[in-house]
Nanobody, 120 residues
């Protein structure tokens, strides 16, 4: 069984910073891409940032220059450093991993989500 567990969400004032973490555990053979998505109230889930096993990154335009995604392959962990937060960043943030299990197939897994609230 595979689990993705997020942490680091919370309430912060506009202009502040938060760092999200997501650790994948279980019978994992390899992880290719990892990423963060978010879903604001009344909106669809959207991509925030992704990172490959080799470290290539991709960001949605609204967070470029403010958010930084990184990963520790040895710990199967992905991070999202969020700076200069805006009220529009308020959402539930979900971790995603494209991984292959031992003796299993490749599939996408999701965390349970961590809430980020940015007050004005």
């Amino acid at each position: 069984q595979v689990q993705l567990v997020e942490s680091g969400g919370g309430l912060v004032q506009a202009g502040g910073s938060l760092r999200l973490s997501c650790a994948a555990s279980g019978s994992i053979f390899s992880i290719s891409a990892m990423g963060w998505y978010r879903q604001a109230p009344g909106k669809q889930r959207e991509l925030v940032a992704t990172i490959t096993s080799g470290g290539s990154t991709n960001y949605t335009d609204s967070v470029k220059g403010r958010f930084t995604i990184s990963r520790d392959n040895a710990k199967n962990t992905v991070y999202l450093q969020m700076n200069s937060l805006k009220p529009g960043d308020t959402a539930v943030y979900y971790c995603n991993a494209d991984l292959t299990r031992y003796f299993g197939t490749r599939a996408e897994y999701w965390g349970q989500g961590t809430r980020v609230t940015v007050s004005s």
